[in-house]
């Protein structure tokens, strides 16, 4: 299926851990993106790429890093990982008119 | 940066009854987005409005962007317990380069009760 795929879907960390969370998309989508969201607080953006080989800073990027790995595949990685880190992540994938988005990776800092 | 106010945070209403959420801007945006998010599930598009005035349905849902282009508005005729989720505006802030990084309003809750 057409789309955007998401791993894990679920994960728990001890505070100072680190892990990847990992996107691929099937949809030829030059630009991708990660967002955050967390309750009450709606979706914020922590890092897209706009193409291959860029990327850039969003809302809240610090204590994060990203990979275009290639076209399809954009990563999310946390270098040591804090309960404030706490949220469910999405991806996605698209241009103006209307992104597609993962499933969600639910992340979980004790 | 480019800030989006959406209200209500939270609606409760009976089914049948309608709904509407509305997103504020205090720039002039270039476009606007609607997105869906099923309980437990991700955001889903619904539409994108670009012209000022502009009105657009999808059977019981209308969707309206002010004519000063800083405002827009979600309405659902004749609520149904399928209608429950989350409703999303999201505008563009890069101007509609191609890149189209999106700022979401923070959302309105929609619970339906039968």
């Known amino acids: 299926n057409a789309g955007v795929t998401q791993t894990p879907k679920f994960q728990v960390l001890k505070t100072g851990q680190s892990m990847t969370l990992q996107c691929a998309q099937d949809m030829n989508h030059n630009s991708m993106y990660w967002y955050r969201q967390d309750p009450g607080m709606g979706l914020r953006l922590i890092y897209y790429s706009a193409s291959e080989g860029t990327t850039d800073k969003g809302e809240v990027p610090n204590g994060y890093n990203v990979s275009r790995l290639n076209k399809r595949e954009f990563s999310l990685r946390l270098e040591s990982a804090a309960p404030s880190q706490t949220s469910v992540y999405f991806c996605a994938g698209g241009v103006v008119n209307g992104y597609t988005f993962g499933s969600g990776t639910r992340l979980t800092v004790v | 940066g480019q800030q989006v106010m959406q209200i209500p945070q939270y609606q409760h209403v009976q089914e049948g009854e309608d709904f509407t959420t509305y997103c504020n801007s205090s720039?002039?945006?270039?476009?606007i987005q609607w997105y869906k998010q099923r309980p437990g599930g991700h955001p889903v598009f619904l539409i994108q409005l670009v012209k000022s005035g502009e009105v657009k349905k999808q059977k019981r849902l209308t969707f309206q962007f002010g004519e000063a282009k800083k405002n827009s508005s979600l309405h659902i005729t004749a609520t149904q317990t399928t209608d429950v989720g989350t409703y999303f505006c999201a505008a563009d802030n890069a101007g509609g380069t191609s890149y189209g990084k999106l700022t979401f309003g923070q959302g309105t809750i929609l619970t339906v009760h039968p």
């Open positions: 720039t002039t945006l270039s476009n």
